[in-house]
């Protein structure tokens, strides 16, 4: 697997742009419960298996997915670790996000009490 660094924002950039989509979210919940086929996977949706297979792609190439071809099967696998940077990156700012609205509390309570 390719070595992604969360401050990488062309990695960034690709991963929210895959997980912007509906679909995209849905397969990356599926796999979540473990591999499965690009078949398996697509018999839950009304498209087309080459329509199915550019979701898989913009996965794959963000890095959240990886793929492996035995014969005629494309098995596709969660890649975790980048989930994970995603999530970092977002609890980051998340905490920081928090700490300023615990102080706009603190401060507008303390301001009520004034009055």
């Known amino acids: 697997m390719a070595n992604y660094r969360?401050?990488?924002p062309d990695l960034l950039d690709r991963g929210f742009s895959a997980l912007a989509d509906a679909t995209r979210r849905d397969i990356i919940a599926r796999l979540s419960a473990?591999?499965?086929?690009?078949?398996?996977?697509?018999?839950?949706?009304?498209?087309a298996l080459p329509s199915f297979l550019q979701h898989v792609r913009v996965l794959e190439a963000a890095g959240l997915i990886s793929t492996v071809k035995q014969g005629?099967?494309?098995?596709?696998?969660?890649?975790?670790?980048?989930?994970?940077?995603?999530?970092?990156?977002i609890t980051r700012y998340h905490a920081a996000w928090q700490r300023r609205l615990d102080r706009l509390g603190d401060m507008l309570n303390r301001k009520g009490d004034t009055q």
């Open 6 to 8: 969360s401050t990488d």
């Open 72 to 89: 005629r099967v494309r098995t596709c696998r969660l890649e975790t670790q980048r989930l994970a940077e995603l999530d970092r990156w």
């Open 34 to 47: 473990g591999e499965a086929s690009v078949t398996d996977l697509a018999a839950g949706y009304d498209m």
